[in-house]
């Protein structure tokens, strides 16, 4: 149980978009959602990419102790390089007059993120055998995004160990195993695609449903948000029944996720009793 903290602000930090709209739009539906439980103070937005930006933090909080969240799917370049320099960082807890700034870890590092891809599967694909179904966990892949690919496998890793799925594997856009040959590596009847990203964007809504042959063609940025590709399930393709979830970060659980990672946070750099 989370335990309120009133005299508390609370920053949810996203990557942003300057092309696509959609990117902010999970972040700030779970900040509305944790201003809406009235659990801190103050709940804002930040963005790298967009308003408002990091740089405004100071002078959008009140309070004089600060929780910042990265709500980010793995530990990486942003959530180890650009946040800490953007707020002036010095470490896990930065001290700036009055100020106590407590810099937490990535939403998508949480333990339950195994839970919640399960979740969003069985969401989108009620009622299919899962001993019949094959789960794709889909990243960008390439070299540019180590980490994600990290953090993918971990969480593949975790749900095959669970056995309730025939099949789980990772299948990326740009590196082996590719998703656009996802019926070249599963065997099940099922198939199911939960892409793992923490925004519905341009791939998502354009580049994986080209790829898995659910959509002839990029449909555009300017009608990336009126995409219908998800509202048609089940596909059927290449001689199986597919599913597509949107993506990950939009599982309106995250905001108790934030709120968990405020607590793991506490719970690591609780200060020693007094004897």
């Known amino acids: 149980m989370f335990s309120a903290k009133p005299e508390s602000a609370l920053v949810v930090v996203g990557h942003g978009s300057t092309v696509n709209p959609d990117s ?60 800490p320099r953007e707020l002036e960082l010095e470490g896990a807890v930065t001290s700036r007059g009055p100020r106590k700034i407590h810099y937490c870890e990535p939403v998508g590092s949480h333990p339950r993120m195994t839970e919640l891809l399960l979740r969003r599967a069985a969401e989108i694909a009620p009622g299919v055998p899962p001993e019949e179904t094959s789960l794709l966990i889909v ?33 990326y856009m740009e590196e082996e195993p590719l998703i656009a040959k996802w019926d070249e590596f599963t065997t099940r009847p099922n198939v199911v695609v939960v892409p793992f990203f923490i925004a519905d964007g341009l791939h998502s809504y354009e580049d994986i449903p080209v790829l898995l042959g659910i959509a002839e063609t990029s449909a555009g940025a300017a009608s990336a948000s009126e995409q219908e590709v998800f509202r048609g399930n089940p596909y059927s393709r290449r001689g199986r029944t597919l599913f597509y979830a949107s993506a990950i970060g939009t599982e309106p659980l995250f905001a108790d996720l934030i709120l968990e990672q405020v607590t793991a946070f506490d719970a690591a750099h609780r200060e020693p009793a007094l004897a």
């Open 24 to 83: 902010s739009a999970p972040t700030l539906d779970h900040v509305q959602e944790l201003r809406r439980r009235g659990v801190f103070g103050e709940v804002h937005a930040a963005f790298w990419k967009e308003e408002p930006s990091l740089r405004q933090v100071p002078y959008l909080v009140d309070c004089d102790e600060i929780y910042v969240v990265p709500n980010f799917i793995s530990e990486g370049y942003f959530t180890r390089t650009v946040i």
């Open 139 to 171: 990243g960008h892949g390439t070299s540019l995004n180590d980490n994600s690919a990290v953090a993918a496998k971990r969480e593949v890793e975790r749900i095959a160990a669970q056995g309730r799925y025939a099949e789980v594997f990772n299948a």
